[in-house]
Nanobody
Framework: QVQLVESGGGVVQAGESLRLSCAASGRTFTPYGVAWFRQSPGKEREFVAGITWSAGSTIYAASVKGRVTISRDITVNTMYLEMNSLKPEDTALYYC?????????????????WGQGTQVTVSS
């Protein structure tokens, strides 16, 4: 069983930056890929960024490309999302997730494990 725990969220002003972390529990964590999703009240869960665990191939949503960077540290079973130039529309509950079969990283239903989320609030 995999447990994911997000951290690093908070309240920031527009234009500022945040770095989110997601730590996976257990000694063995070898997903195919991990990703960040976000969800705001009244909206569907939205893909933000994904990365394959072994190769480090990344994919970003068009809405955040150029402003965010996803990375992972395989030695400590942790993934990160660096967000710059934050906008009010980035306000959401951010979830990390892992999938353990090969495939695309943009579809929430394909992921096996989820964190409980960390809130990011961007004020104007």
């Amino acid at each position: 069983q995999v447990q994911l725990v997000e951290s690093g969220g908070g309240v920031v002003q527009a234009g500022e930056s945040l770095r989110l972390s997601c730590a996976a529990s257990g000694r063995t964590f070898t997903p195919y890929g991990v990703a960040w999703f976000r969800q705001s009240p009244g909206k569907e869960r939205e893909f933000v960024a994904g990365i394959t665990w072994s190769a480090g191939s990344t994919i970003y949503a068009a809405s955040v490309k150029g402003r965010v960077t996803i990375s992972r540290d395989i030695t400590v079973n942790t993934m990160y999302l660096e967000m710059n130039s934050l906008k009010p529309e980035d306000t959401a509950l951010y979830y990390c997730a892992s999938r353990h079969t090969a495939g695309l990283l943009t579809t929430p239903r394909l992921f096996d494990y989820w964190g409980q989320g960390t809130q990011v609030t961007v004020s104007s």
